[in-house]
């Protein structure tokens, strides 16, 4: 299948998998580039240097490109983006905030940068700042969100931007692939339904938390302070909610959810971990290889979309 995203990244299907803190190191990133699809490595807060261990060991796994995701909210950006840069990548996806002043070093290197946005005005800015596309994510995609959902902010982002579109957030299987070009997208970004790939080193305990989830199982918590995170419902969502609704502030917040993640995901602690994922949850009910879920996706979209080329 061709599509702007396609060629803009040299790969044969246009599904791109999320940058998922923890979760998106180079085992899962490689198998969806073998699989062809853009495999992405998360960096989250990892040291630049952890980083460049990831990408190589990514590469030798897979000669397929490979992407690596850039968490803006963390201070050591700049240094994640010149290891990026250094190791040759093509590739970077950002997410929870600007990367604006980032852009002028990948520009110069040849990397193509594809922001995630939460808004049509944040897509325009991406756009004149020179992004290659934006990854228009809906309130249903997990982790750290915004406030649209993906059915009205993808129409609205492709209309209001000239460079391809790749829709996010509640996008699990090859009908959500094909909603989404319908709404003007050239591509998708998958997070939850990779989360339970077989090549995902995901603890099992998590795995089997979003197999089983139910379609109304997530939960926003930190809407109040600005830090909204989407996650599985249990003990860790339930006593965030409860110490936000009692005025805690960021700082005790922050201390209860210290390496939540790296708990639920590394640890399987389902009781004390975030268990971040998406409102998709409900529809990923089995795992299988990053080969058969993109082959599955294709073949349903495929119909679907009346096998356009
Ligand atoms: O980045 C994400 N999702 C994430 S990052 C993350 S790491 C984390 N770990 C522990 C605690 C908290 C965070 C977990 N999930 N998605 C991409 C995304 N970006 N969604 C929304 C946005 C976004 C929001 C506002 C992008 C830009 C933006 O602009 C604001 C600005 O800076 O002007």
């Not at 995203?5 to 599904?15: A, F, K, N, R, V």
């Not at 982790?143 to 649209?148: A, E, L, N, R």
């Not at 201390?255 to 639920?264: E, F, I, P, Q």
Request: glycine share 12%; with cysteine.
């Amino acid at each position: 299948m061709k599509t702007r995203i396609t060629e803009l990244l040299g790969i044969e299907y246009p599904i791109i998998q999320g940058g998922m803190a923890w979760v998106a190191e180079h085992h899962l990133a490689a198998a969806v580039s073998q699989a062809g699809g853009l495999g992405v490595i998360a960096a989250a807060s990892a040291p630049a240097e952890v980083v460049r261990s990831e990408i190589r060991k990514a590469r030798e796994l897979t000669d397929k490109p490979i992407g690596v995701n850039i968490m803006l909210m963390n201070p050591n950006a700049p240094e994640v983006a010149k290891v990026v840069v250094e190791e040759g990548v093509k590739v970077v996806t950002t997410g929870a905030g600007n990367p604006a002043k980032l852009m002028k070093g990948f520009k110069e290197a040849g990397v193509k940068v594809m922001p995630v946005v939460a808004s049509v005005a944040m897509a325009k800015l991406m756009e004149r700042s020179g992004a290659d596309a934006v990854i228009a994510e809906g309130m249903e995609a997990g982790g750290h969100i915004g406030q649209t959902t993906t059915m009205c902010l993808v129409p609205q982002v492709a209309d209001g931007v000239k460079i391809p579109v790749i829709a996010a957030g509640g996008i699990g299987d090859g009908r959500g692939f094909a909603a989404a070009f319908m709404l003007g997208a050239q591509g998708v970004q998958m997070g939850t339904r990779f989360l339970v790939a077989r090549e995902s080193i995901v603890h099992e305990n998590f795995k089997e938390k979003v197999v089983k989830a139910k379609d109304i199982d997530t939960e926003i918590t930190g809407t109040g302070n600005g830090h909204p995170i989407r996650q599985i419902r249990n003990h860790m969502s339930r006593e965030y909610l409860r110490l936000e609704k009692a005025g805690a502030g960021l700082e005790e917040l922050e201390t209860l959810t210290l390496g939540s993640l790296r708990r639920a995901v590394m640890e399987g602690d389902v009781v004390n971990g975030t268990l971040m994922a998406g409102q998709i949850a409900g529809l990923v009910n089995k795992q299988q290889s990053c080969k058969e879920m993109i082959e599955e996706i294709m073949e349903e979209a495929g119909k679907l979309l009346g096998n356009r080329q």
